[in-house]
């Protein structure tokens, strides 16, 4: 979502006059989009800007900001932690950057602008069909109303909002007609996509409604709650030729007591219960999914629970991460906090074990042609192309230029633990 709201500032700014440069050094505007659902992000950020400030002292004229969830949660305070520092602008007002930069370069002031508003009105930017690129994000919600104990999301982009299926189904008709022909689908929580709509609708009627899109070949969503996936939603995986065959699901944790302090909404027994009704639909459907470990209060037998979900289960591929305290989340004040070496001993072990389940899945890919859709040239290997197939693996082959925006067949020869290497 921290990507599709950099490229709306772009756009917001662009057509206010200025234009994207890669090179820092000669920008008259610098945005530092920021996620502060991790420390580690959240130190990234104040790394980025704190490189700015030699920039900033060469180039007095330089507007420099900084956006997104570290803007909305610190507000004003980031001005006495970065002196040099213009503007801050919340996760509910990025519509209002241009008019947020003029000011700043008018008054030579600063603006902090945090406010929360009723309706987002970011959200009716609509996303713009990038030059030579062939798929698109496309936001559909944004806010959760869910307040798992860890997270800070609800607190920093607000409560659930949708936008009406009409708008959006424009959109991506729009995107269409410009050589898009894959969207993913962004929200905290689509599965309750349309909940806060007065004409009401669900995601299984917004997906259908995006197959029926002639030119989007594929559809892609992220992320799903597990308690929200319904059984309609389930059977559209075998109904909507464009959606892929993948979903990203994350469990969090593989016991139920972690759960519970999460305050997830499910239990494992209905996780499982979830992931087999998805393959019941479709056998080989790809699953991938996020852990945390070293929640507050997680034993040595919580975490075997999760390793053996993870050997049940067999996800596809894991986003892994050590549990980061949050100022102002309950999980944060929980007692039994646990320490960084157990954390960091027990990511190590369930890495390796996520490694030899990726591979076993990828490896069981070698000898079969898969469906490719050609992203652009490989960054590693000159003469390579890549992109990716329908379960959301990278396929590396050999190929050329002109290849970018087709659909090919490659057949699978190699596989690693990232990508799979083929022959068109
Ligand atoms: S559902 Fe996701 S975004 Fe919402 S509170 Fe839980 S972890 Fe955060």
Do not use: W
């Given at each position: 979502?921290?990507?599709?709201?950099?490229?709306?500032?772009?756009?917001?700014?662009?057509?206010?006059?200025?234009?994207?440069?890669?090179?820092?050094?000669?920008?008259?505007?610098?945005?530092?989009?920021?996620?502060?659902?991790?420390?580690?992000?959240?130190?990234?950020?104040?790394?980025?800007?704190?490189?700015?400030?030699?920039?900033?002292?060469?180039?007095?004229?330089?507007?420099?900001?900084?956006?997104?969830?570290?803007?909305?949660?610190?507000?004003?305070?980031?001005?006495?932690?970065?002196?040099?520092?213009?503007?801050?602008?919340?996760?509910?007002?990025?519509?209002?950057?241009?008019?947020?930069?003029?000011?700043?370069?008018?008054?030579?002031?600063?603006?902090?602008?945090?406010?929360?508003?009723?309706?987002?009105?970011?959200?009716?930017?609509?996303?713009?069909?990038?030059?030579?690129?062939?798929?698109?994000?496309?936001?559909?919600?944004?806010?959760?109303?869910?307040?798992?104990?860890?997270?800070?999301?609800?607190?920093?982009?607000?409560?659930?909002?949708?936008?009406?299926?009409?708008?959006?189904?424009?959109?991506?008709?729009?995107?269409?007609?410009?050589?898009?022909?894959?969207?993913?689908?962004?929200?905290?929580?689509?599965?309750?996509?349309?909940?806060?709509?007065?004409?009401?609708?669900?995601?299984?009627?917004?997906?259908?409604?995006?197959?029926?899109?002639?030119?989007?070949?594929?559809?892609?969503?992220?992320?799903?709650?597990?308690?929200?996936?319904?059984?309609?939603?389930?059977?559209?995986?075998?109904?909507?030729?464009?959606?892929c065959e993948h979903?990203?699901?994350?469990?969090?944790?593989?016991?139920?007591?972690?759960?519970?302090?999460?305050?997830?909404?499910?239990?494992?027994?209905?996780?499982?219960?979830?992931?087999?009704?998805?393959?019941?639909?479709?056998?080989d459907i790809s699953i991938t999914?996020?852990?945390?470990?070293?929640?507050?209060?997680?034993?040595?037998?919580?975490?075997?629970?999760?390793?053996?979900?993870?050997?049940?289960?067999?996800?596809d591929g894991?986003?892994?991460?050590?549990?980061?305290?949050?100022?102002?989340?309950?999980?944060?004040?929980?007692?039994?906090?646990?320490?960084?070496?157990?954390?960091?001993?027990?990511?190590?072990?369930?890495?390796?074990?996520?490694?030899?389940?990726?591979?076993?899945k990828n490896?069981?890919i070698?000898?079969?042609?898969q469906?490719?859709?050609?992203?652009?040239?490989?960054?590693?290997?000159?003469?390579?192309?890549?992109?990716r197939t329908r379960s959301n693996r990278?396929?590396?082959?050999?190929?050329?230029?002109?290849?970018?925006?087709?659909?090919?067949?490659?057949?699978?020869?190699?596989?690693?633990?990232?990508?799979?290497?083929?022959?068109?």
């Amino acid at each position: 979502m921290n990507v599709q709201d950099s490229e709306k500032m772009a756009c917001l700014m662009e057509a206010s006059g200025y234009k994207t440069t890669d090179n820092p050094g000669e920008a008259d505007l610098i945005i530092v989009n920021t996620c502060s659902v991790r420390e580690k992000a959240a130190q990234k950020a104040y790394s980025q800007l704190g490189r700015f400030r030699e920039l900033k002292q060469k180039r007095r004229h330089l507007v420099l900001g900084v956006a997104g969830c570290l803007a909305q949660q610190l507000g004003d305070k980031f001005f006495k932690m970065f002196p040099f520092l213009d503007m801050v602008v919340g996760t509910h007002q990025i519509d209002r950057l241009p008019e947020i930069v003029a000011s700043v370069s008018r008054s030579g002031g600063r603006l902090a602008e945090t406010e929360f508003c009723g309706h987002v009105r970011s959200l009716d930017i609509p996303a713009q069909p990038l030059a030579g690129k062939v798929s698109s994000f496309v936001t559909i919600m944004q806010g959760c109303n869910n307040f798992c104990t860890y997270c800070v999301v609800p607190y920093l982009r607000g409560r659930e909002q949708s936008r009406p299926l009409g708008d959006i189904v424009r959109e991506v008709e729009n995107l269409s007609l410009h050589g898009i022909q894959e969207v993913t689908l962004l929200g905290q929580n689509v599965n309750s996509y349309g909940k806060t709509l007065t004409q009401r609708a669900d995601f299984a009627q917004l997906l259908e409604a995006i197959g029926k899109i002639p030119g989007i070949k594929r559809i892609r969503f992220t992320t799903s709650h597990p308690k929200d996936l319904s059984d309609t939603l389930i059977s559209s995986f075998g109904r909507i030729q464009g959606l892929c065959e993948h979903i990203h699901l994350p469990v969090q944790a593989g016991s139920n007591k972690v759960l519970r302090k999460m305050k997830r909404g499910y239990t494992v027994e209905q996780y499982k219960e979830r992931v087999a009704a998805l393959r019941r639909v479709l056998p080989d459907i790809s699953i991938t999914s996020d852990m945390i470990v070293g929640f507050p209060g997680e034993e040595d037998d919580d975490f075997n629970q999760t390793l053996e979900l993870m050997r049940e289960v067999r996800f596809d591929g894991l986003f892994s991460f050590m549990y980061s305290q949050r100022k102002g989340t309950p999980a944060a004040e929980m007692e039994g906090q646990v320490p960084d070496e157990i954390k960091r001993e027990r990511l190590n072990l369930l890495q390796s074990l996520q490694e030899t389940h990726t591979l076993e899945k990828n490896r069981a890919i070698i000898g079969k042609t898969q469906e490719v859709l050609v992203e652009g040239a490989s960054r590693k290997t000159p003469g390579d192309m890549t992109g990716r197939t329908r379960s959301n693996r990278i396929v590396n082959f050999t190929g050329g230029p002109e290849l970018v925006g087709s659909m090919v067949n490659v057949k699978i020869v190699d596989a690693f633990s990232h990508s799979l290497r083929g022959e068109l």
